[in-house]
C-alpha cells in the first residue's frame, strides 16, 4: 500500500517539478525598458525567450511616473536623432495611441524638435508594451525574482547554466541577459561589479567622486542645518547627513539620489486628495520651513504628459531628491530595500500632504499651497497600489566592471577617446544628481551634483565591449543597464530610450551567439554591426 501511495505521489510531483523546469534560448532578467526591447528582439530572431521581471509590472520606471523622457528636452542640443530600431518603434506606437502619429512621422523627418510628442502617461506605456511583447508571444514571467541563496546561480566552467527563483522555478538558456537597474545577475553570477563613486585617480577622470564644490541644484538660500539654529550640539534636522565634505575627487559608497517620479492632476474628477501617511511627522520637513523662512521658492506640479498630469521630476535644490537616503539600497536584499523603498515612499507622501495642508506653508507661501491643494493623486494610474508609483527612480546601482570600462574619456572633448565596436549612441551629458545633503560652512549643502547641458561632452557611441563581461568571469551573459561604466559615464547612458537602444543591441548579439556557437565576447563585430544597421539602429552620429 505505501509502494503504491509513493509512486502516486511521484506521478503527481513530476508535472509540478516539470513545470518549475523551465527552457528557453535567452533568459532576460529584468522587465526593464531595456529588458522588454532585449525579449523582443530576440523573438524577432525567432529564437525562445523569456522576459522575467520581480515586480508585479513591467516597464521600469518609463511605467512608473518617467514619462517625460529625454528626448529633445534641451534648448542645447536635438538627441531624438540617435534614438532608432525598436526605441523608435516605442515612440511611434505611444504616437499611434493619442492620435499624432502624423505629426511625430512629420516631425521625425524634419528633424524638429518636439519634446510633448514623446511623452506619455504610465498606464498607456504599460499597456503599449505588454501589447506588444504579446504580439511576438514574448513569455512575461511577473513576481518573478532570484533566491537569495549562493547557489542562484549555477555555472559550467564560466557559461551559466541555470537560475533559481523564489518558489522553486528555474531557467535554462543559452544565453542571459541581466536588464535590472540593480545587476543582481550579475552579482550572483560572480561577475564584478561596482557600488558608487570611483576616485578620480582611478581612471585620471576630473569629474568623479566627491565634489570640491557643487554648483548645480545647490541651496539658492542659506538654511541653518540644526535642530536649534545657530546650535550644532542640538542635532542635524531631517534629511541632512552627519559628516564633513571629505576629500575632493575621492571615492566614497555614495550614488545619486533616487525619488518617485509622481503623477499627479489637478482635473478633480481624476483627482485623488493628498493623504496623511501612517506615521506621518511633520517635524520630518522642518527644512521646507526653513528654506520658505529664508526666501527660497519651492517647487510647484505642472502638467507634463497627456491629459493634464504631471511627471513631476526631483532635479531642484530641495524636492523629493532624498540625498542620502537610498545608501543601503543597490546592495542590500529584497528586505532592505523595500525597506528603503518605503521610507521614500512615506517621506514623499507626506511631503505633498504638508505643501497641500500645512499651517506654515500657508503662512510662508499661499499662493504655492492653494496650487499645491488644487492638485492630486492620479485616480485612473497605479489603482493596484494606491495610485502611487509601484517603483522609485534607481538612477543609480550596481554597474559591472569588466576588461573596457566606459569612462569621461570617452565623452569629453575635445579629444574623446575613440569608440571602434558602438552598438548605440547614448547622447545626453554626463548627468548624476547630488549624493548627499550635510552641513557646509554652517549650512545645508547639497554635495554630488554634475550636470552641463552646454558643457564640454559629445554623445557617446557605447562600445560593445562594455556589455560583456571578462570572458574569465561569463561566457553568456551581457547587459544593456549596468554596462561597465565609471559612475560619471554612467550618467550619459542612463536614460531609458537608451537602455532600450543598448537591450536590442545585446538580444541581437545574444542570437549571434547562439548561432555562432561561440562566447558572446566573441561574436563578430562587423556582422553585428550589418545587423544592427539593418534593423534601424543608429550607431554614430555625423
Known amino acids: ?38 525579449a523582443i528582439q530576440v523573438a524577432k530572431m525567432g529564437k525562445s525567450v523569456a522576459l522575467i521581471e520581480t515586480t508585479a509590472h513591467v516597464g521600469g520606471i518609463m511605467t512608473n511616473g518617467l514619462g517625460v523622457t529625454d528626448i ?58 505588454m501589447d506588444w511583447l504579446s504580439e511576438h508571444k514574448v513569455q512575461v514571467f511577473t513576481r518573478t525574482r532570484l533566491v537569495e541563496k549562493r547557489n542562484a546561480v549555477s555555472k559550467k566552467g564560466t557559461a551559466i547554466t541555470r537560475i533559481r527563483m523564489e518558489g522553486g522555478k528555474t531557467f535554462s538558456a543559452g544565453v542571459f541577459i541581466d536588464a535590472t537597474y540593480e545587476g543582481d545577475l550579475l552579482a550572483a553570477a560572480g561577475i564584478s561589479t561596482v557600488i558608487g563613486r570611483e576616485s578620480n585617480a582611478q581612471y585620471n577622470e576630473t569629474l568623479n567622486g566627491i565634489r570640491g564644490e557643487t554648483t548645480h541644484a545647490q541651496f539658492k538660500v542659506k538654511v541653518d542645518p540644526y535642530k536649534i539654529p545657530g546650535q550644532p550640539e542640538s542635532g542635524l534636522i531631517p534629511t541632512i547627513q552627519p559628516g564633513a565634505i571629505g576629500t575632493p575627487g575621492a571615492a566614497d559608497k555614495h550614488l545619486q539620489a533616487y525619488c518617485f517620479r509622481a ?38 506640479p505642472w502638467v507634463s504628459v497627456p491629459n493634464s498630469k504631471s511627471d513631476l521630476g526631483a532635479w531642484h535644490d530641495l524636492s523629493h531628491n532624498l540625498y542620502g537616503m537610498n545608501v543601503d539600497y543597490p546592495g542590500g536584499n529584497y528586505a532592505t530595500r523595500q525597506r528603503v523603498l518605503n521610507e521614500h515612499r512615506l517621506f514623499t507622501e507626506g511631503l505633498f500632504y504638508f505643501l497641500a495642508n500645512d499651517t506654515a506653508v500657508l503662512r510662508l507661501a499661499p499662493d504655492m499651497q492653494k496650487e499645491w491643494a488644487s492638485w492630486g493623486l492620479a485616480k ?37 577617446t575613440p569608440v571602434e565596436d558602438p552598438v548605440g549612441v547614448a547622447f545626453w551629458p554626463p548627468d548624476v544628481h547630488s549624493v548627499r545633503r550635510i552641513v557646509h560652512e554652517g549650512y545645508a549643502y547639497n554635495e554630488g551634483f554634475v550636470f552641463e547641458p552646454y558643457g564640454n561632452w559629445r554623445p557617446l557611441p557605447v562600445a560593445y565591449r562594455a556589455l560583456v563581461p571578462r570572458k574569465s ?64 539602429q543608429v550607431l554614430e552620429l555625423p
Open 263 to 300: 503623477v499627479l492632476t489637478p482635473v478633480p474628477e481624476n483627482r485623488v486628495p493628498f493623504r496623511k501617511p501612517p506615521g506621518y511627522d511633520r517635524n520630518s520637513y522642518e527644512i521646507y520651513i526653513r528654506y520658505l523662512e529664508a526666501g527660497g521658492h519651492l517647487l510647484w
Open 72 to 129: 529633445d528636452s534641451q534648448q542645447a542640443f536635438q538627441n531624438s536623432v540617435s534614438v532608432g530600431g525598436l526605441a523608435l518603434e516605442y515612440y511611434r506606437r505611444i504616437a499611434k495611441v493619442y492620435g499624432r502619429t502624423e505629426e511625430f512621422e512629420t516631425a521625425w523627418r524634419t528633424r524638429t524638435k518636439k519634446h510633448a510628442l514623446w511623452s506619455h502617461e504610465p498606464g498607456v506605456g504599460e499597456k503599449v508594451l
Open 1 to 38: 500500500m505505501m509502494k503504491k501511495f509513493l509512486t502516486g505521489l511521484a506521478g503527481c510531483l513530476l508535472p509540478l517539478l516539470a513545470c518549475a523546469q523551465m527552457q528557453f534560448d535567452v533568459v532576460v532578467y529584468g522587465g526593464t525598458p531595456g529588458g522588454i526591447a532585449a
Open 473 to 536: 568571469e561569463c561566457t553568456n551573459l551581457l547587459t544593456p543597464t549596468c554596462p561597465s561604466s565609471s559612475h560619471i559615464a554612467y550618467g550619459a547612458i542612463r536614460l531609458e530610450w537608451t537602455f532600450m537602444v543598448l537591450g536590442q543591441s545585446a538580444a541581437t548579439a545574444a542570437v549571434m551567439a547562439l548561432e555562432t556557437r561561440v562566447n558572446v565576447q566573441d561574436v563578430d563585430y562587423g556582422q553585428l554591426k550589418a545587423r544592427l544597421l539593418g534593423q534601424g
Open 380 to 416: 485612473d494610474e497605479f489603482t493596484d497600489n494606491g495610485n502611487w508609483p509601484h517603483q522609485f527612480y534607481v538612477r543609480d546601482a550596481r554597474r559591472m566592471v569588466s576588461d573596457y570600462v566606459i569612462t569621461e574619456h570617452h565623452i569629453l572633448k575635445p579629444d574623446p
